[in-house]
């Protein structure tokens, strides 16, 4: 079983480099987690680089403004790497007519890739970021469509691999419910974010630049989700400090506490081994 720990300055002295997840981490879409920004900015001050890994299916750009909106501070992070960010060589490879299924405001992710929207019957390729109306769809909304697609045969690239997020007090669904779907239903999805390695080397090769060398050893990951966060730090071989209060949640708290042995069985059950664990980052 991973180690409780209080705060995260208990481990720093053992880390150089901290590769942190945003949405469940540092905010839940909604209201910011101060007490995990202030952590984020006492690690830099004691000489830790902050690499903030998201899989936002943004730029990087566009996710730094989306932080300043919800009220996180930069003072919490030196450099930011988006699923969006790693998924543009994907959509550089493709087709450059794509059938684009997410909201409008994702739309900047095509920027510079050679790519552009069209219609459904013109498309050679599917890039896939979200819902119309993550609010009320649920895959199943999606299921004639994404028949329709996988029937031709067009590979969907998916920008955002999580399955959920908090949004407030509500679990969000996500394009990695769209993808997986869209796998059952035979369709070839090609993906670069988190849990897979693209995105895991992008943030290293930060980490790297930001201090000269990159000892792995001293490198820790932090996040929530078990499918992307933690089976993706885990692959890569970097220590996890894994945050019990997110997403998966209901499945081993009551009452606002963590139940330790359901969280072993919980852990134990997905084959997951994080060094550390805590309820919020602190």
């Given at each position: ?19 942190c997840d945003v949405w469940g981490v540092l905010h839940n879409g909604v209201d910011p987690f101060l007490d995990a920004a202030t952590a984020l900015a006492e690690a830099r001050d004691r000489g830790v ?234």
């Open positions: 079983m991973a180690e409780r720990i209080q705060s995260l300055k208990d481990i720093t002295p053992h880390y150089d480099v901290v590769l680089s902050v690499v903030l890994i998201t899989n936002s299916p943004r730029p990087h750009d566009s996710v730094a403004i989306q932080l300043d909106g919800i009220g996180v501070p930069r003072t919490a992070w030196d450099r930011i790497v988006t699923s969006g960010d790693v998924t543009r060589a994907l959509i550089r490879r493709g087709p450059p007519e794509v059938y684009f299924l997410g909201p409008d405001r994702d739309l900047g992710l095509l920027d510079g890739t050679g790519a552009s929207p069209v219609p459904e019957d013109d498309a050679g390729a599917v890039v896939c970021t979200g819902f119309f109306d993550d609010d009320t769809e649920t895959p199943e909304d999606y299921r004639e469509l994404l028949k329709r697609l996988a029937a031709r045969d067009l590979p969907m690239i998916c920008a955002n691999p999580d399955l959920v997020v908090e949004r407030g007090e509500k679990l969000i669904p996500c394009a990695g419910a769209m993808a997986a779907l869209y796998d059952a239903l035979g369709g070839e999805t090609r993906i670069a974010g988190k849990p897979h390695r693209p995105i895991y080397e992008a943030a290293l090769d930060h980490a790297a630049a930001l201090r000269g060398t990159l000892d792995r050893a001293r490198v820790v990951a932090i996040g929530d989700g078990m499918p992307t966060d933690v089976l993706g730090a885990l692959a890569q071989g970097l220590d996890l400090l894994y945050i019990s209060g997110g997403i998966h949640a209901r499945d081993y708290m009551t009452g606002g506490r963590t139940d330790e042995q359901a969280l072993a069985r919980f852990l134990a059950g997905h084959e997951a081994n994080p060094r550390w664990w805590m309820p919020r980052l602190a």
